[in-house]
């Protein structure tokens, strides 16, 4: 474990560049924290506090000499791995016939710059989607394999966070290069980096730097400590498969279906959400075709659109899926909670719904016994 | 061998602006690849040159407003083999249908020195209130790309790619961060059709609804939102739903839910 003062961050980003890494991280933009390039240290955001509850969202300077008083905000990395549009293949038509031209899948390296403990666990879970099934994902693949991750462990948690009870924060424990903990061991904010890879270890010796001190440890242990503390949200997962297979007809889901826009935020802003659509266009000669792949959410009618019609044709189907599979049948899919516990589905959401409250509602139901059958007229629509 | 005749395509007016047939001239680099597909048969806006129908795709802008235009859309119906409405107008009745709302007959005299000269309907009305409509392509104006789109569509003989999500995705898509959430800025976007790409609040406004609703919008739910916490009355929330798009079904209910 080393020590590096703020100053060192603009250092850390130099280093990085120098080696040819594109390095994207927080910036302030439209009165939210996004994930932008940093061309230099003073695009990154710091200074600023971030207010947030279910469908709100605040942005204010922090006042209070910390660097990282925020938590994370309007965008996942999920824009630089698993990309809101790709071009899969282009295919041109002549005398000769059809010709298809695959996309280059070639990335130039990306360097993650602040990455939350929870979003390294998005990150861990959409690897086990795309990488490590039946199917590897080319795209992702390229853009993740020379990907190198600053983390940044989360000492002043929003009050939509709920990492704790998810496992995931709010400390990282694997998937980063380098991991930085701000400290005030004297007042003055400083950065306690721990090394998680070779690279990171590279990197770092460029860096001004001095040896942690068990002081400085001890800071990092109550910063943590604290925050953790702070985490005010939990989302309960005991036997959690077992509550939704319960809840199959539960009441809940017309109550939800009443205040769920459908607008499919939630989705778009998940960072483990994955799911796209493809759209195939052309030019008006019929010349020219592209297939494009596009970020899609299970909340449109169209995602599951087939012969005859939608088969979650309704509010009340479509929120009942999201949550399913996300918190049940996402255990079953690939080993893990397809929730990490950021809550940008709660401060994201235009009318607030929170994804906690909703599971604690489906266990209110099933103590109190209207836990199921009492769903007016939906069915399994 | 002798080639394939071009399809035929007309481009009608009714009640509008006329910013939608625009937004077809406006199509300029795509416009000779249009000109090399089709033969512009009829199209007043761009060129007096007329040719005789039937014709294989017609584009209708514009509202139902008088007597004599419910007689005339059914002429175009039957010489149309697929009829496509464009805009706002053309499809809920466009900003004119706000006189659906009260009584036209009070408003004739106000505006008209001779209001023995006018006759129109109560009523503006949807194109599809009165011909089968075989494509309704939203916004006010439409937006040039998705023109383009369902023409090359009807051309191929296959389905427009036209999504009738939110506009939410529009902004999530583009990066944008929601206005309504980081400002409380009132926005339509979340019952809102896609298709503008959220320009609106790509600018830091609220959107307006002028694609009108999306698929199963959830008016109510936004509505009770942006009266508590936002902050917006009742007489503000009559008068949001009710612009471009006021007399499509579900901003029609639930500006009426607003109103004493």
New interface residues.
């Given amino acids: 474990m080393w020590t590096i003062q703020p100053r060192g961050l603009g250092d850390l980003l130099e280093a990085l560049r120098n080696r040819g890494y594109r390095v994207v991280g927080p910036v302030v933009r439209d009165g939210a924290i996004c994930y932008e390039d940093l061309g230099s240290i003073e695009d990154l955001a710091l200074a600023w506090l971030d207010e947030q509850e279910p469908g709100n969202y605040r942005l204010t300077g922090s006042g209070n000499g910390d660097l990282f008083s925020y938590s994370p905000g309007a965008h996942t990395w999920k824009k630089f791995l698993h990309k809101p549009s790709v071009t899969l293949w282009r295919a041109t038509k002549d005398q000769k016939g059809l010709h298809l031209k695959e996309e280059p899948t070639a990335e130039g390296k990306v360097a993650l710059f602040g990455a939350r403990p929870c979003e390294l666990a998005a990150i861990a879970i959409q690897d086990r989607v795309f990488l490590e099934g039946p199917f590897v994902d080319s795209f992702y693949a390229a853009a993740r394999k020379e990907m190198f991750v600053v983390a940044l462990n989360c000492s002043h948690p929003s009050k939509s966070c709920f990492c704790v009870s998810m496992k995931t924060g709010p400390r990282a424990a694997t998937g980063f290069d380098l991991c930085l903990t701000e400290i005030h061991p004297n007042g003055e904010a400083e950065l306690v980096v721990e090394v998680g890879s070779e690279t990171g270890g590279l990197i770092l010796a460029d860096l001004q730097r001095r040896e942690a001190t068990e002081k400085d440890l001890e800071a990092v242990r109550k910063t943590l400590e604290e925050a953790e503390q702070r985490v005010e949200r939990s989302l309960d997962t005991e036997g959690i498969q077992g509550l939704f297979d319960r809840s199959f007809e539960s009441p809940q889901w017309d109550d939800v279906a009443r205040r769920c826009l459908g607008c499919a935020n939630c989705t778009m802003v998940c960072p483990t959400c994955f799911c796209t659509t493809v759209v195939e266009s052309s030019d008006l000669a019929g010349a020219e075709a592209t297939r494009t792949r596009i970020w899609d959410s299970c909340f449109t009618k169209d995602f599951t659109y087939i012969h005859g019609g939608s088969v979650r044709p309704s509010g009340y189907s479509r929120y009942r899926q999201w949550i399913t599979h996300k918190l049940a049948n996402w255990i079953e899919q690939f080993g893990t909670s397809g929730c990490v516990g950021c809550g940008r589905c709660i401060t994201w959401c235009p009318v607030g719904i929170d994804i906690t409250a909703e599971v604690e509602a489906l266990r209110a139901r099933e103590r109190t016994g209207s836990g199921s059958g009492g769903s007016s007229h939906e069915g399994n629509a | 061998m002798v080639a394939k005749p071009k399809p035929k395509l007309a481009v009608w007016k009714f009640a509008s602006c006329d910013g939608c047939q625009l937004s077809l001239l406006d199509c300029e680099e795509?416009l000779l690849?249009?000109t090399?597909?089709v033969d512009i048969c009829y199209f007043p806006e761009a060129t007096r040159a007329e040719v005789k129908g039937p014709y294989d795709l017609s584009l209708v802008e514009g509202s139902i407003t008088t007597p004599h235009d419910a007689e005339r859309i059914h002429k175009i119906r039957r010489s149309s083999r697929t009829l496509v409405t464009i805009g706002a107008c053309a499809t809920a009745g466009g900003i004119q249908a706000l006189r659906n709302f009260k009584d036209v007959k009070t408003f004739i005299p106000l505006v008209y020195a001779q209001p023995s000269y006018i006759e129109t309907l109560n009523k503006s009305t949807p194109i599809s209130e009165h011909v089968f409509v075989d494509f309704e392509l939203r916004g006010c104006p439409i937006d040039k790309g998705q023109l383009?789109?369902v023409?090359?569509a009807y051309?191929?003989g296959r389905k427009p790619?036209i999504?009738?999500?939110?506009t939410?995705?529009e902004c999530?898509?583009a990066?944008?961060?929601?206005?309504?959430?980081?400002?409380?800025i009132p926005?339509l976007?979340?019952?809102t059709h896609a298709g503008c790409g959220g320009l609106c609040p790509t600018y830091?406004r609220g959107c307006y609804g002028c694609f009108g609703p999306?698929?199963?919008?959830?008016t109510?739910?936004?509505a009770?939102?942006l009266a508590s916490?936002i902050g917006m009355e009742e007489d503000d929330l009559v008068r949001l739903f009710r612009s471009f798009n006021a007399y499509a079904e579900d901003f029609r209910k639930e500006s009426e839910a607003h109103e004493d």
Wanted: aromatic share 2%.
């Fill in positions: 795509e690849a249009i090399g597909m383009v789109e023409l090359n051309l191929w790619a999504r009738p999500h939110s939410c995705i999530k898509l990066g944008n961060v929601c206005v309504m959430v980081a400002k409380g926005c976007g979340p019952v830091q999306k698929e199963d919008s959830n109510r739910s936004l009770a939102r916490p």
